[in-house]
Nanobody
């Protein structure tokens, strides 16, 4: 299984970015999907995730970030608006996937994509 992220980059404060994460490989079912971020000096934190029909968000991004998924494309997205400098970090997508090797589910991570919010 591979998770390939795209969409990161440099943006000014107040700007917007949309991240994408496409899953491919041996996939029987995809369960929880989400986005985490890593900033210097802090532990990796959950930014947003979808479990079933429910989406949950880190308090500091509520109202600014939206997570969505396209099941037909095995792709998830993170739309980010009103970005500020505290949103700077490496964003990782995360999936829990079942397949022939892990029929009860296994956690997979993308390689990470850098988001830098700076003027």
């Amino acid at each position: 299984v591979q998770l390939v992220e795209s969409g990161g980059g440099l943006v000014q404060p107040g700007g917007s970015l949309t991240l994408s994460c496409a899953a491919s490989g041996s996939i029987r079912a995809i369960y929880t999907v989400g986005w985490y971020r890593q900033t210097p000096g802090k532990e990796r934190e959950l930014v947003a995730q979808i479990t079933g029909a429910d989406a949950e968000y880190l308090d500091s991004v509520k109202g600014r970030f939206t997570i969505s998924r396209d099941r037909a494309k095995n792709t998830i997205y993170l739309q980010m608006i009103s970005l500020n400098t505290e949103d700077t970090g490496i964003y990782y997508c995360h999936h829990t996937i079942s397949n022939d090797e892990f029929p009860w589910g296994h956690e997979y991570w993308g390689q990470g994509t850098q988001v830098t919010v700076s003027s």
